[in-house]
C-alpha cells in the first residue's frame, strides 16, 4: 500500500495513501474526539461535529472522518476555532444527554467521558440545557438489553451495524428536533419490532444509551 507524509500538530507521519484522516491520526496515536465515526463505514455521517480540525490552506475546518489524507497535508488539531466548534458540538450533545454519570452502567467506559478527559471539557449542565426537553420512556421490553433514549447522543452507530452488518433493519431515527431517538417502526417496544435481540447494537453504543441487562443487575 502506498503512503504520503503528512504533518500533525508539528510531528511527521507516514500512513496509507486515500485514508480518511481521522483514522490515520488516531492510528498514529494522536486523539480526535468522535462519536459518529466507524471505520467500516462506507460513507462517513459527520453528524456529531465533534471531529474538526484545521488543515493548511483550507479556507475553514474540516471534519477529520470525511477528509482524505494527501501528501504534504499539514493538520492542526487544536486551535481557536477548531477548540471552539468542538466546545459548541459537545454542548449540544449534553443539553438532551443525561447526566447521571455515577448511575450509568458505562460510568468509566463512556465516550463522552473520554472525549471530556481529553480536551478538558466538563461533563456538567451547559448553557444550553433549557432545550432539554421531557424526559423519554426507557424501552427495557427485551430480554436481553435497554434502551435509555435519554442517554442516547443520536450516533447512529447502533443504526448502521442493525442494518449493514445485521442486515435486519428493525430500528431507525424517528421524529424531529429535540424529540428525535432512535426507535423502530411505529415506535413500538423493541421486543414487539423485527429486533432478534442479537445485542450488535449495545456492542457498538459510546455511551450508556444502549446496555446488557446483565449490567444493570
Known amino acids: 500500500m502506498s503512503k504520503v507524509n503528512i504533518t500533525i500538530d508539528g510531528q511527521q507521519y507516514q500512513v496509507p495513501a486515500g485514508e480518511k484522516l481521522l483514522w490515520a491520526a488516531l492510528d498514529c496515536g494522536v486523539y480526535i474526539p468522535h462519536l459518529c465515526a466507524n471505520k467500516d463505514k462506507e460513507r462517513p455521517d459527520a453528524s456529531c461535529r465533534l471531529c474538526f480540525v484545521e488543515i493548511e490552506g483550507f479556507d475553514a475546518p474540516v471534519t477529520s472522518c470525511t477528509q482524505e489524507v494527501f501528501e504534504g497535508m499539514v493538520v492542526k488539531t487544536r486551535t481557536a476555532r477548531v477548540d471552539r466548534l468542538v466546545q459548541t458540538a459537545f454542548e449540544l450533545l449534553l443539553s438532551n444527554h443525561k447526566l447521571r454519570c455515577g448511575?450509568?452502567?458505562?460510568?468509566?467506559?463512556?465516550?463522552?467521558?473520554?472525549?471530556?478527559?481529553?480536551?478538558?471539557?466538563?461533563?456538567?449542565?451547559?448553557?444550553?440545557?433549557?432545550?432539554?426537553?421531557?424526559?423519554?420512556?426507557?424501552?427495557?421490553?427485551?430480554?436481553?438489553?435497554?434502551?435509555?433514549?435519554?442517554?442516547?447522543?443520536?450516533?447512529?452507530?447502533?443504526?448502521?451495524?442493525?442494518?449493514?452488518?445485521?442486515?435486519?433493519?428493525?430500528?431507525?431515527?424517528?421524529?424531529?428536533?429535540?424529540?428525535?431517538?432512535?426507535?423502530?417502526?411505529?415506535?413500538?417496544?423493541?421486543?414487539?419490532?423485527?429486533?432478534?435481540?442479537?445485542?450488535?447494537?449495545?456492542?457498538?453504543?459510546?455511551?450508556?444509551?444502549?446496555?446488557?441487562?446483565?449490567?444493570?443487575?
Not at 460510568?107 to 433549557?130: A, G, V
Not at 447522543?153 to 421524529?175: M, P, R, S, T
Request: a positive charge.
Open 103 to 217: 448511575k450509568c452502567p458505562q460510568n468509566r467506559q463512556c465516550e463522552l467521558q473520554k472525549i471530556s478527559r481529553e480536551r478538558k471539557l466538563k461533563l456538567k449542565l451547559t448553557r444550553l440545557r433549557p432545550l432539554l426537553t421531557e424526559e423519554k420512556a426507557v424501552d427495557d421490553s427485551t430480554d436481553v438489553f435497554i434502551y435509555d433514549p435519554n442517554r442516547c447522543v443520536l450516533c447512529g452507530q447502533c443504526i448502521w451495524v442493525d442494518h449493514k452488518v445485521v442486515e435486519v433493519g428493525a430500528i431507525g431515527f424517528i421524529n424531529r428536533g429535540f424529540k428525535r431517538k432512535m426507535g423502530t417502526f411505529g415506535d413500538v417496544p423493541l421486543a414487539e419490532s423485527r429486533c432478534t435481540q442479537c445485542g450488535e447494537c449495545v456492542k457498538v453504543c459510546p455511551v450508556g444509551a444502549l446496555v446488557f441487562k446483565e449490567k444493570t443487575e
